[in-house]
């Protein structure tokens, strides 16, 4: 089974509607990442939690809401979703410094808003 | 912010040529680097890092990278290029390894 795994891999959706990306890990990590990758652009980061009850935002987190449920879960919302935000969004997970800060990656979901 | 630069969005090589991707960055202090790798409709897998120590670093696939302080640069080589190199490398920097900046990426072909 994959260490980190992301559901749903593919989501079409509306503009207008809310939608949650979750993301589970067994690598025990305490660190999580929430990304997007548009074409061109690269990678951005939207949000990263170093436990359950550390949030953080990084560059892009307008239009976005995180949830670390637990260490091994962490969910990104799009409150009100808008077709700008159509892109694959990855989860990566890290082991911080004890892990040379090495980052792995889930397999992505594709989201399109229309 | 940090800014990681690479320069070619598309690099095409022959198969047995010499790899060379770009990257270079911006910060007041020496980073933390990577070379990310891409393959079709999967997720990144980490080549290399540069944290601390040794400047030349090797990662898998024989892929190696060296870190040049004076130059803000941290190319990605490979002495001969195979087939299964083709993917989107990325490049990233963290000045603190918390929060990570990535490059847009040099989509790789690999001509037989």
């Known amino acids: 089974d994959a260490d980190v795994t992301q559901t749903p891999r593919n989501r079409i959706t509306k503009t207008g509607k809310r939608i949650m990306l979750e993301c589970s890990q067994t690598k025990g990590h305490d660190r999580m990442y929430w990304y997007r990758q548009d074409p061109g652009l690269g990678l951005r980061l939207i949000y990263y939690?170093?436990?359950?009850?550390?949030?953080n935002k990084g560059e892009i987190s307008d239009g976005y809401s995180v949830s670390r449920q637990a260490q091994a879960k962490f969910s990104l919302s799009l409150e009100s979703a808008i077709p700008n935000q159509t892109a694959l969004y990855f989860c990566?997970?890290?082991?911080?410094?004890?892990?040379?800060?090495?980052?792995?990656f889930g397999p992505g979901t594709r989201l399109t808003v229309t | 912010a940090q800014s990681v630069t690479q320069l070619g969005s598309h690099v095409s090589v022959s198969e047995g040529a010499l790899v060379l991707l770009r990257c270079n960055y911006s910060s007041s202090v020496p980073p933390y680097l990577f070379w990310y790798v891409q393959y079709p409709n999967q997720g990144l897998q980490l080549l290399l890092k540069?944290?601390?120590?040794?400047?030349l670093v090797k990662g898998i696939n024989g892929f190696e990278a060296e870190f040049k302080k004076s130059e803000t640069s941290f190319h990605l080589t490979k002495p001969s290029a195979h087939m299964s190199d083709a993917a989107e490398y990325f490049c990233?920097?963290?000045?603190?390894?918390?929060?990570?900046?990535f490059g847009t990426g040099t989509s790789l072909t690999v001509i037989p």
């Open positions: 990233a920097v963290s000045r603190t390894g918390n929060q990570f900046y």
């Open positions: 939690s170093f436990d359950v009850k550390d949030i």
């Open positions: 990566a997970t890290s082991d911080g410094p004890v892990g040379f800060y090495e980052q792995y």
């Open positions: 540069y944290t601390t120590g040794a400047t």
